[in-house]
């Protein structure tokens, strides 16, 4: 995976609002099991959010206390939309930083990306206040990191059978039960988990 990935695509590459499902054969620990939205493919590269990995330890309200978007208190009463949201893996790349797939209802200026018709990303802290204030888009998840490729890698990893894909499900992205997102993708592509085998596609 590279370290560096821009966030501005030139043109819609046919991988965009593509979902990448891991095979059994896939090495990388960090994405066994996961199903990554492609938000930008182009020849410099690729970057996509992991949509079906928690971050356990980080609970979202404490998360806008941090960034001081809401204040700390006794009572905190988020917005429902806000109150159910999770805060998720995105992928090993600016862990740091928080990326927004939202519904496409919202839109920032200079700062959101469209991905499709029905996706768009924001990384700033406009659509966490919007959303935090009961004003954001009406769907949204929002991911810590993402994960990127380096020119050529992407369909390098593709054509050694580490990934799979298919269009992008804004039901399916948006989906809370995280458990549940690798087997319903897969199940999108007529495939049960039990039909891979760690071999496939390998003579």
């Known amino acids: 995976m590279s370290e560096t990935m821009s966030m501005h695509a030139t043109e819609r590459s046919y991988l965009d609002g593509q979902f990448l499902i891991a095979m059994p054969s896939m090495q990388d620990d960090r994405f066994a099991r996961s199903v990554i939205y492609l938000c930008a493919?182009?020849?410099e590269?690729?970057?996509?959010?992991v949509v079906n990995q928690a971050v356990p330890q980080i609970d979202f309200a404490d998360l806008l206390i941090q960034l001081d978007i809401i204040a700390e208190g006794p009572e905190i009463r988020l917005p429902r939309a806000a109150s159910r949201m999770i805060v998720q893996r995105g992928g090993p790349v600016e862990t740091g930083r928080g990326f927004v797939?939202?519904?496409a209802d919202y839109f920032v200026e200079d700062s959101t990306l469209p991905i499709d018709d029905n996706v768009c990303l924001t990384a700033t802290l406009d659509v966490l206040k919007a959303i935090a204030?009961?004003?954001?888009p009406e769907n949204a998840m929002l991911a810590l990191g993402y994960a990127g490729w380096?020119?050529?890698?992407?369909?390098?990893?593709?054509?050694?059978?580490?990934?799979?894909?298919?269009?992008?499900d804004i039901d399916l992205i948006f989906d809370t039960d995280l458990d549940r997102k690798y087997a319903r993708a897969l199940a999108l592509l007529g495939i049960e988990p039990a039909m891979l085998s760690s071999d496939a596609g390998h003579a």
């Open 41 to 43: 493919h182009s020849d």
């Open 45 to 49: 590269g690729a970057m996509g959010i």
């Open 101 to 103: 797939l939202h519904s």
């Open 133 to 136: 204030a009961g004003a954001g």
């Open 150 to 168: 380096g020119a050529g890698q992407l369909e390098q990893e593709i054509q050694a059978n580490g990934w799979l894909s298919l269009e992008g």
